[in-house]
C-alpha cells in the first residue's frame, strides 16, 4: 500500500525566511497531494493541494512542487510570519479518495 | 466553503461512561465521512470511513463495538466511545468530502479532546 514519509519532523527559522517541507510517496499510482495546517488544539485545515497532472501551484506565499518521477513533493513558505507557525501534514491519496496521511512537520517561527 | 461543525469540542467523563460526538457539515452534504484519531505530537489516525445510510466501515485494529458510528443523514455522523476507559482519551477528529471542490478533498472539523478520568 501506499507510505507517506514526511521531513523534518520538526522546523525553526527565523521570521521572514523561507521554509520547505517534503514528503515523498511510494505508490506512483497516487494522484492527489495536499498539505494541512494544524494550530494546536483545533482540526487540519487545508492550505493548498496539487494534483498529478501539474507540477506547481501556488497561492500567494505558499507554494508546493510535485515531481512525479522521483515521488516527492514539498511545501514552500516564503516571507514566513509567526502565525505560520503550526503542525504541517501532507498526504497522498489515490481515486479511491483514502489520504495516506505524512507523519506531520512542528513549524516554528523565530521573531 | 464548506465548513464542518464538530461537537462538543471537550468532554471529560468518568471511566465506564459512553460519550457521543457529533459531526454536522453545514452548507454541503456529506455522503461520506471519516473519523480520525490523533493521540499528541502524533499524525491522524484513521478509524472509519462513514456512509450515509451503511454501516461504517473500520480500519484495522479498531474495535466496531467500542466505537459506534452513525451516518443516519447526509449532514450528521456520530461517533460513540462505548464504556470510555482512560486509554480512550485523545483528540478525535471528523472530516468529509467537500464535493464542490472535489471528492478527495477534505474538510475537518475542530476536534474533539475527550479526556476519560
Known amino acids: 500500500g501506499e507510505n507517506v514519509e514526511q521531513h523534518p519532523s520538526t522546523l525553526s527559522v527565523q521570521e521572514g525566511d523561507s521554509a520547505v517541507i517534503k514528503c515523498t510517496y511510494s505508490?506512483?499510482?497516487?494522484?492527489?497531494f495536499p498539505w494541512y495546517k494544524q494550530e494546536l488544539g483545533k482540526g487540519p485545515q487545508l492550505i493548498i493541494d496539487?494534483?498529478?497532472n501539474v507540477g506547481e501551484k501556488k497561492d500567494q506565499r505558499i507554494a508546493v512542487t510535485l515531481n512525479k518521477t522521483a515521488k516527492h513533493f514539498s511545501l514552500h513558505i516564503t516571507e514566513t510570519q509567526p502565525e505560520a507557525s503550526a503542525g504541517y501534514f501532507c498526504a497522498a491519496s489515490l481515486s479511491n479518495y483514502q489520504l495516506i496521511w505524512g507523519a506531520g512537520t512542528k513549524l516554528i517561527i523565530k521573531p | 466553503g464548506a465548513v464542518v461543525s464538530q461537537h462538543p469540542s471537550w468532554v471529560i467523563c468518568k471511566s465506564g461512561t459512553s460519550v457521543k460526538i457529533e459531526c454536522r457539515s453545514l452548507d454541503f452534504q456529506a455522503t461520506t465521512m471519516f473519523w480520525y484519531r490523533q493521540f499528541p505530537k502524533q499524525s491522524l489516525m484513521l478509524m472509519a470511513t462513514s456512509n450515509e445510510g451503511s454501516k461504517a466501515t473500520y480500519e484495522q485494529g479498531v474495535e466496531k463495538d467500542k466505537f459506534l458510528i452513525n451516518h443516519a443523514s447526509l449532514t450528521l455522523s456520530t461517533l460513540t466511545v462505548t464504556s470510555a476507559h482512560p486509554e480512550d482519551s485523545s483528540f478525535y477528529i471528523c472530516?468529509?468530502?467537500?464535493?464542490?471542490?472535489?471528492?478527495?478533498?477534505?474538510?475537518f472539523g475542530a476536534g474533539s479532546r475527550l479526556t476519560v478520568l
Open positions: 496539487i494534483r498529478s
Open positions: 505508490d506512483s499510482a497516487s494522484n492527489y
Open positions: 472530516s468529509a468530502t467537500d464535493t464542490v471542490r472535489g471528492a478527495d478533498v477534505l474538510t
